[in-house]
């Protein structure tokens, strides 16, 4: 069974450029999430999508994130602009509706300059 | 205070030694209790799920103390590929309109590295 896919892999930008990143979730996964991994912390949930509704995003800095899951499948997390701050790996996970499994993606590592 | 704290050690212990990793968190509402692990620059996995009971998986104890609200994971025996950081998780309970599902809140881990 293929697994969460994220892409891109690796990017690195400069401060005030914006930058989007993708996710595709297990196949039947109701459940999406978007994590944010700072060096030396834990995963901090940034938003959750129960299909394409949105069902916590009170962790999301909302002046300059954003997320969508428009077909209720794949999603888009974007940051605009982006700070030093918020260098991070990004994780996508997904879950089946309900189910407290978590599965996560390879992430995406940000370097903002 | 954090809701999820960890010791971040890091530990570092010989093959075969037995290691105890202990967590608190703050929030007596939360409905569920997890350990992840994750290995160097990939993304955590579920190691297992912890019980009031007490929960047992091959040399991974794990415990959960809700009066102290408290965590435990107990390796036994430590194998070389161990050595990863392992992460206590915690669900909390959904919020008083339904609409969310318990999120997971993160320790920071704590790094274990396990020599010859």
């Known amino acids: 069974e293929a697994g969460v896919a994220q892409s891109p892999r690796y990017k690195i930008i400069e401060k005030r450029q914006s930058v989007a990143f993708w996710c595709n979730p297990i196949?039947?996964?109701?459940?999406l999430y978007w994590y944010q991994q700072i060096l030396g912390q834990g995963p901090k949930l940034l938003i959750q999508?129960?299909?394409?509704?949105?069902?916590?995003d009170s962790q999301l800095p909302k002046d300059r994130f954003s997320a969508e899951r428009l077909k209720g499948v794949d999603s888009t997390l974007k940051i605009q602009p982006a700070k030093l701050e918020d260098s991070a790996v990004y994780l996508c996970a997904s879950s089946l509706l309900f189910q407290e499994t978590q599965y996560f993606g390879p992430g995406t590592r940000l370097l903002v300059l | 205070r954090k809701e999820v704290e960890q010791d971040p050690g890091p530990f570092n212990v010989p093959e075969g030694a037995t290691v105890a990793f202990n967590c608190t968190y703050s929030?007596?509402?939360?409905?569920?209790f997890f350990w992840y692990r994750q290995d160097c620059r990939k993304e955590p996995k579920l190691l297992m799920s912890v019980y009031s009971s007490g929960n047992e998986d091959g040399r991974f104890t794990a415990q959960l103390n809700r009066a102290s609200q408290y965590i435990s994971l107990l390796i036994r025996d430590s194998k070389l590929s161990d050595s990863a950081t392992y992460l206590c998780?915690?669900?909390?309970?959904?919020?008083?309109?339904?609409?969310?599902?318990?999120?997971?809140?993160f320790g920071q881990g704590t790094i274990l590295t396990v020599h010859p």
């Open positions: 999508f129960q299909n394409n509704g949105v069902v916590d």
């Open positions: 929030n007596s509402a939360s409905q569920s």
């Open positions: 196949s039947g996964h109701a459940t």
């Open positions: 998780v915690v669900k909390g309970s959904p919020n008083a309109g339904g609409t969310s599902y318990g999120k997971l809140t």
